[in-house]
Nanobody, 116 residues
Framework: AQVVESGGGLVQTGGSLRLSCTASGLTFNQYTMAWFRQGPGKEREFVASHVHKDGSTYYADSVKGRFTISRDNAKNSVYLQMNSLKPEDTALYYC??????????WGQGTQVTVSS
């Protein structure tokens, strides 16, 4: 399986971005997908997940109420709408299968930088 992330960029505090991730080489609708991020000098952390069976979504406390994960199985894609961005959201964002211990090879990620 392969994933490709896109949509990152430089944005001011309070701004918005929409990240996209497209997967290939797998039956996309059979997997729970998630977004992860790795900030400068930090470990990679969970951001949000979208359960394939029932559409349930889960979020890290730090992004709850500001980020929304969604998916389009017909396009083999998962999205992350990020609103009210903060400088602490600055990170390299990745998508992959959830849970992380079952992840496929990691993509290049997409950089999000939030200026104060």
């Amino acid at each position: 399986a392969q994933v490709v992330e896109s949509g990152g960029g430089l944005v001011q505090t309070g701004g918005s971005l929409r990240l996209s991730c497209t997967a290939s080489g797998l039956t996309f609708n059979q997997y729970t997908m998630a977004w992860f991020r790795q900030g400068p000098g930090k470990e990679r952390e969970f951001v949000a997940s979208h359960v394939h069976k029932d559409g349930s979504t889960y979020y890290a406390d730090s992004v709850k109420g500001r980020f929304t994960i969604s998916r389009d199985n017909a396009k083999n894609s998962v999205y992350l709408q990020m609103n009210s961005l903060k400088p602490e959201d600055t990170a390299l964002y990745y998508c992959n299968r959830y849970p992380e211990r079952y992840s496929w090879s990691w993509g290049q990620g997409t950089q999000v930088t939030v200026s104060s």
